[in-house]
């Protein structure tokens, strides 16, 4: 089985899109790169009912939609009978996880991405960049223990481009993921092969070999995604994280509904 479970709901010129052609268009371009199952993860700074998490300038300004119409239109779509899940691409806010587990649960999610894209109000992958400030051992050091306590804080199925930290090709010559990946281990998450950072100034997929190697040794499921912010992206370079995955170890991948996960076997 091959599943693609993170994306965004956007249109081709990556606007905003919360509605049922949007969902149509994805579904399309999914079967045409011989994906069977799609899931969506907009951000969840997009929705002005979990408002109250967002600190981050960027976010706050971007916090403008109704989480109502993405639940509708992809839930819509689902009950209709296409092969769509419903997700959301939510950032970790330390401190703040009864919040966050409050405010999502209404919703009849059949996954939640987690993801650090800002640590203390800097960018991992964004501008100001904590890299600048802190320098690459001390912003990997941080990142990781954020994303640990991610891991850790059971709010998340799985955690998105889990080495987002390497995105601008800056990293340590040598970076030991034994902590990390005990941790991930040890709370039962899965992580996210993302075929994203290929198209980013690194030019690898996320995680390193290394990491995911660590990780299947540990026995941490995973999940795989494009990261798609447009319809045509979706299943993006699959054939390379099958590739990835397969030098592992990895034979199955997971698959969600209603936040139950299984194992399939890799298609
Ligand atoms: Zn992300
Ligand atoms: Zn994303």
Do not use: N
């Not at 992809?74 to 950032?91: Q, Y």
């Not at 039962?188 to 690898?204: C, M």
């Amino acid at each position: 089985m091959i599943v693609d479970y993170h994306m965004h709901l956007r249109g081709e010129r990556q606007e905003i899109a919360h509605e049922a052609g949007a969902v149509d268009l994805f579904v399309e371009c999914a079967r045409k790169a011989g994906v069977d199952e799609i899931g969506f993860t907009e951000h969840g700074y997009y929705f002005t009912q979990l408002r109250t998490l967002w600190l981050v300038p960027y976010q706050v300004e971007r916090c403008a939609y109704d989480l109502d119409a993405y639940v509708d239109a992809v839930a819509g779509a689902r009950e209709r009978g296409l092969p769509v899940k419903l997700g959301l691409e939510v950032d970790y806010v330390p401190g703040r996880e009864d919040e966050t587990r409050a405010l999502l649960a209404p919703y009849p999610w059949d996954y939640l991405l987690g993801s650090v894209h800002w640590i203390d109000g800097l960018g991992v992958d964004g501008e100001p960049r904590l890299v600048d400030e802190i320098g690459v051992e001390e912003t990997w050091r941080r990142y990781f223990d954020m994303l640990g306590r991610a891991a850790r804080s059971g709010l998340f199925d799985s955690l998105s481009h889990p080495d987002l930290v390497k995105i601008f090709g800056d990293r340590p010559e040598r970076y030991d993921y034994t902590e990390i990946v005990d941790a991930i281990a040890d709370a039962g998450v899965a992580v996210e092969v993302s075929t994203a950072g290929l198209r980013k100034p690194v030019g690898e997929l996320y995680p390193h070999p290394e990491f995911l190697s660590a990780c299947r040794e540990r026995g941490v499921p995973v999940t795989t995604g494009s990261d798609a912010h447009v319809p045509s992206l979706v299943g993006r370079d699959f054939d390379r994280a099958r590739e990835l995955l397969g030098e592992a170890g990895y034979e199955t991948v997971t698959v969600f509904e209603r936040r139950q996960g299984r194992q399939e076997p890799l298609g």
